[in-house]
């Protein structure tokens, strides 16, 4: 009896907390917008989780470009207001809206990432992200900008051979999206902390790649954290390959202190032995936060790639043959068992145009946030001072404005001058631009080069759906049946 009554009690007072939050909400939400005029034209949805559910099932249905689409004939072509992850948001469209928050960074707005990051990447809360976002960027060139890449190239396709060698050659059937993830995992563990094999290395580390997806679904979701959430499953996801990470900084300091290993060795040995302005070195968690953020940036991004890549060139025979023609053509200018060099993938030219519009029709990322840092007037609507901003490229790539005919596969649109600027965006643009384009590029066309090169294919099932979760990718992964070519 006395347990009934806690039970009923218990349940009386979660019903009491859920609707005094529902109302301050309430309160908060459309005061603070009734205090500004002329605000964007827009809703804001349902009361806490705002337009969130449409947005996010707008991409699992494999058309998330619909959301703004749909708002922007009803609204308007430049800027609408919604309630997304938590926050009043403007989405700013087209590419006025890509050019007006990538050149006013810092000036009007900064960088901002959803709530859930911070509950996903503790160490992020002892900074802003935007404080984050800098000391990365801060600790990236040298590593990431072309000429440091140039060395890379040689490393990147022994990997990629290996990788067909273990992975694709002798099987009649294979699932792309899970071995284009393997591919660049291997890339990533070796360039950044110099581990050969992850799925041989004592570390275990590919123990953790499988915990990926989870880690990303969880920044774009709803920011409630329950068993089973999104947001609870990326929180524990980032426990687990932060742990695996910390080891692996652990030992890498034991290795510096002994000399076994010198500063410059790789993007870890850099992290550890840099100072900030303040001569304090970063904390090892940090360290294996920054890592773990590189990860992230670079494996289900470039693995969507590549598993598209692969996904039209079967649908699309005309552009595999001449994908083959270039590689082929690069192939008999190499000595026998040489690797690809830098200046090999210079002359790549139509594979990645192909690879360029595969990006445009399949964005790997959909888009990016923003905050206003102060009041200010787009398209003659008020922005207010703490309203998230929402640039996408999923709308802008099928605008036929600047993409005519835009469902149709034509990698020609990048010859020349290529799409009109801030059109084209699937690595964003201004001061937050994708630091790993150069890197992402290199280790696509690389693996374009191996796979045509071994085979031909076809899809197992013709119909396979495409969903965006947050990342697009067929439902089942993209399973295909190889034909090796003989010769
Ligand atoms: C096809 C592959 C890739 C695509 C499409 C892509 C796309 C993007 C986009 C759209 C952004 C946000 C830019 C903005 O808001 O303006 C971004 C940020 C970022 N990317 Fe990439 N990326 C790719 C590969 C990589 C790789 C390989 C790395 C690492 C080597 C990487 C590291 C990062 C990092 C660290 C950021 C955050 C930068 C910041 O906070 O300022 N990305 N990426």
Not at 21 to 49: C, D, E, M, Q, R
Not at 101 to 115: D, E, H, I, Q, Y
Not at 266 to 282: F, P, Q, R, V
Not at 418 to 437: A, E, L
């Amino acid at each position: 009896m006395q347990g009934d009554m806690e039970l009923l009690f218990i349940s009386a007072l979660l019903l009491l907390i859920l609707f005094v939050s529902f109302f301050l909400h309430l309160v908060f939400l459309y005061g603070s917008t009734a205090a500004h005029h002329n605000l964007p034209p827009g809703k804001l949805g349902f009361p806490i989780v705002g337009e969130t559910l449409e947005f996010l099932s707008m991409g699992c249905r494999g058309t998330p470009e619909k959301f703004i689409e749909e708002r922007t004939a009803k609204y308007s072509t430049e800027v609408f207001k919604t309630y997304l992850l938590g926050e009043t948001t403007a989405v700013l469209c087209g590419a006025a809206g890509n050019k007006f928050l990538f050149s006013n960074g810092n000036k009007l707005v900064t960088s901002w990432w959803p709530r859930n990051v911070e509950k996903i990447f503790p160490t992020s809360l002892q900074t802003s992200t935007k404080e984050e976002s800098m000391k990365m960027r801060k600790l990236l060139p040298g590593f990431l900008k072309p000429e440091a890449l140039q060395k890379y190239v040689g490393v990147m396709d022994s990997i990629a051979k290996k990788h067909f060698e273990d992975g694709w050659d002798l099987k009649s059937e294979v699932v792309v999206f899970p071995l284009a993830k393997r591919y660049t995992f291997m890339v990533a563990c070796r360039l950044f902390m110099s581990i050969e094999d992850p799925n041989h290395d004592p570390n275990h580390v590919a123990k953790f790649a499988d915990h990926f997806h989870d880690l990303v679904a969880g920044v774009i979701s709803l920011p409630i954290n329950l068993p089973g959430t999104p947001l609870n499953k990326a929180i524990k996801a980032a426990e687990t390959i932060r742990k695996e990470l910390l080891a692996i900084v652990k030992q890498r300091k034991i290795d510096l202190a002994e000399n076994k290993v010198s500063s410059m060795h790789d993007i870890l040995s850099h992290m550890l032995t840099t100072t900030d302005e303040n001569g304090k070195y970063m904390t090892e968690l940090d360290v294996a936060d920054k890592i773990l953020g590189l990860l992230i940036g670079g494996h289900d991004t470039a693995s969507a790639a590549i598993t598209f890549i692969v996904k039209y060139l079967t649908e699309l025979p005309h552009v595999y043959n001449q994908v083959l023609k270039e590689q082929i053509e690069i192939a008999t200018g190499k000595k026998r068992g040489e690797l690809l060099r830098w200046d090999d993938l210079q002359k790549m030219k139509y594979s990645w145009n192909v690879a360029s519009e595969v990006m445009r029709l399949a964005p790997p990322l959909q888009g990016n946030f923003r905050e206003a840092i102060v009041d200010f007037q787009y398209a003659g609507f008020s922005i207010p001072n703490g309203w998230k901003l929402y640039w996408s490229a999923n709308s802008t790539h099928k605008n036929s404005e600047y993409f005519p005919d835009p469902e149709k596969f034509d990698p020609s649109r990048f010859e020349g001058n290529g799409p009109m600027p801030y059109s084209y965006v699937p690595f964003g643009g201004g001061p937050r631009m994708c630091p790993g384009k150069e890197y992402a590029r290199l280790e696509i066309l690389v693996f374009m080069h191996n796979l045509v090169r071994r085979f031909k294919w076809e899809k197992v099932l013709p119909k396979e759906n495409i969903i965006v979760d947050p990342m697009p990718m067929p439902a089942k992964g993209l399973p295909i049946r190889l034909h090796p070519h003989h010769n």
